[in-house]
């Protein structure tokens, strides 16, 4: 019983988690979400901003979203990446 209660729970946590992801803005001057920048690093292969913004047809506005679009980009293609090296 207590098991189904935390695979509930998880279950329920992550998707609470993902529907933050897909809302959360990354670029409030070009209205872009975490979950564009996220498609946009994934489908152009792009590990630049400026370059990941191109692909999504604008660019930096005043530039306060560069690390934060930075880290989402990174995190994106690190995905599907081993954590240890191939032997």
């Known amino acids: 019983q207590l ?12 998707k609470e988690t993902q529907y933050r992801v897909r809302r959360m803005y990354v670029c409030i001057c070009n209205g872009l979400r975490e979950a ?23 660019r930096f506005e005043c530039g306060q979203c560069a690390s934060f679009a930075r880290s989402v980009i990174s995190e994106e293609h690190k995905v599907g990446e081993p954590a240890w090296p191939a032997e």
Request: with cysteine; proline share 3%.
């Open 36 to 58: 564009d920048v996220r498609a946009a690093a994934r489908t152009s292969g792009e590990h630049r901003p400026n370059a990941v913004y191109a692909h999504l047809g604008c």
């Open 3 to 14: 098991t189904l209660i935390r695979k509930i729970s998880y279950e329920f946590d992550r």
